[in-house]
């Protein structure tokens, strides 16, 4: 498959919202415009460059990872004497900041009806069906609910809290309008693609998830990939258990910084006899942790996605902040799994 074919079949599956894009530039007379756009949409990059340029501002397209709405470039933005912002793919969090931004959420195109009949027999016995997706499915929440309703089960959608926008809208690292109505489904049906927000849901809730993925018209089970991770989560406590250095990450990015929290961690973590170094970074990545080689173990206080769905990547135990105080006896691991508590 050709890489112009799978550009032009982004461009189909998402909308870019060009017009609105153009009328927004005009609106605030914008002379730079800085485009920020998570990873699966960067290549349309160059060509949402030329729709700016054709609205009479001058486009810098962002190259740097961005991986949610917390991540919003301002420094960069004011370093290189940008007025407006365009960040595509994600819901407004972070309120109106120093640079005006644009949000343009890149709704899905495709249907997602297919995908939710196959996953209706997979939904075993249940009777109450709680709804979840991503913003680029939101849209599809009321067709979904329809569809089930045809099937003779009751769907429920958690209304928004936290630091998402939608009812029934879910992001990495707030679950909170599945938390909303746990105790009142039998599982969850979440609709979109990728697994990290599928697994996210079983974590924050401990009920079981079925995914109904629009983009491969498929649907299955998670309940063993959950499983798995909740041994691997266990290990990586149990490894960490050995750890006398902790390193505690401090997020750089805009809406990633817990600086009060990592502090709490630290004085806990140091009451208990451990030596305890705060780190301060942009990108959790492995080459980043291993110069730290003096270190034996890590929690993690910035975006909670980062080694908990992939422990392979790091080559010592991140933690994150509740799996820091299983380690240290405050909490439970039966507490941390069955009340959801592991994203923190
Ligand atoms: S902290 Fe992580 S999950 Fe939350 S918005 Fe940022 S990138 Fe997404």
Known sequence: MSVAFIQDAVVMMFNFEESRLKD?????????????????????????AVVVEEAGALAIVSSD??????????????????????????????PQGRIPTMYIEARAKINV????????????????????????????????????????????????????????????????????????????????????????????????????DPFEKN????????????????????????????GVLIGLKSGQKRVKEAIEIKEKLEKNGKKVTLLALREVTSEALMQFPNIDAFTNTTCPCVALYDTSFFLKPVLTLNETLVLLGAMSWEELYKKGLIIR
């Not at 756009?37 to 990059?45: M, Y």
């Not at 004011?78 to 007025?83: F, H, R």
């Not at 649907?219 to 902790?246: G, H, T």
């Open 219 to 246: 649907a299955y089970s998670l309940n063993i990939e959950v499983q798995k991770l909740l041994k691997q989560r266990w290990a990586s406590i149990f490894e960490a258990r050995k750890a006398e250095k902790f």
């Open 65 to 94: 990872p961005c991986y949610g709405a917390c991540d919003l470039a301002f420094h960069d933005a004011e370093s290189l004497g940008v007025d407006l912002v365009v960040h595509y793919g994600h819901s407004r969090m972070i």
């Open 113 to 212: 009806n297919t995908a939710i009949m196959k996953a209706i027999p997979l939904l075993n016995h249940w009777k109450t069906v709680g709804l979840v997706t991503t913003v680029q499915h939101i849209q599809t929440l009321d067709t979904a609910k329809g569809l089930l309703h045809d099937q003779g089960k009751r769907a429920v959608i958690g209304r928004a809290g936290g630091r998402v926008k939608y009812d029934g809208q879910v992001i990495g690292c707030d679950y909170s309008s599945a938390r909303a109505i746990s105790g009142d489904v039998d599982g969850f049906l979440f609709i979109g693609g990728g697994k990290l927000h599928a697994l996210g849901t079983a974590l924050a809730t401990a009920k079981p998830v079925v995914v109904a």
């Open 24 to 48: 927004e530039i005009k609106k605030q007379g914008a002379k730079r415009v800085l485009i920020q756009l998570p990873e699966g949409l960067k290549a349309d990059g160059p060509r949402l």
